[in-house]
């Protein structure tokens, strides 16, 4: 096989990240209503977006909030980052307490640091419960997939010194459809569904469409530069004295996750 990647003189060896706190505006996975017949989609905040984004449908989901919305997205994963909470729901807006190490009975918040196709800084999304697992699962998660038959497939013909990293391929994430277009709810065996979002293209990556999902040189040294500044945030471990002060949006994806 050719080289069809220009990353001559690219050099990517993983460190070992010491983790901060929040640091970079946060997107959501929205699931869709069984009973209306929608289908999920990403969402965010003016609070994280304060100046909007290019080509996200401005949405008023919440009467305190202007949200915006995007149907699918092609991301980059640089790093992740998790951590046990348990969760308080008798009062209004449910209260997180953060742990330093899961427990059974405890639940997992996991960020992924990311590229995002069209936005220019790096963005966090943030999963949790079946949608958590469903993405990143050791075993048969969309980002193992992603990277057993995206990533993995350049090795042979990488020209780059050291590792080809995990944001040198674009993973396209769309809502998940029937042949026919509508969407495919999972039931959470907790009483309600969800829509898990899959990966949009064939996962028998030819060649053509390998070349197709590469992030470009100009994004590969971006992707590097941000992994380098993010070495201390993905060790930081959230206390509850330091927890967050703007509330997370309610999750549709709040079920147990294990």
Known sequence: M??????????FTPDTPERQGEAYPRIWWYNGSKQAGTNGHFYTTEREFPEGLPGWTQVDRYEDEVGFKADALRIAVIRRRAQAYSEDRTSGMPVKTWHPHYKPGLRIYTELLCMVEGVADPVVWVVKGMLGKHITAKNGG??????ENTVKQAIPTWKGEGTVPTWAFWCPIAPPKTDKGKPVYTDTGYGSHVTLPVRDYDPHVTREVLVSLFVGRDLLEAGLRIYQDSAEWAKTL???????????PPADDSVEPF
Do not use: C, I
């Open 2 to 11: 050719s080289n069809d990647f220009n990353v001559d003189g690219f050099s």
């Open 142 to 147: 969309l980002l193992a997939m992603h990277y």
């Open 238 to 248: 959230r206390g509850n004295d330091d927890a967050p002060t703007v509330a997370t």
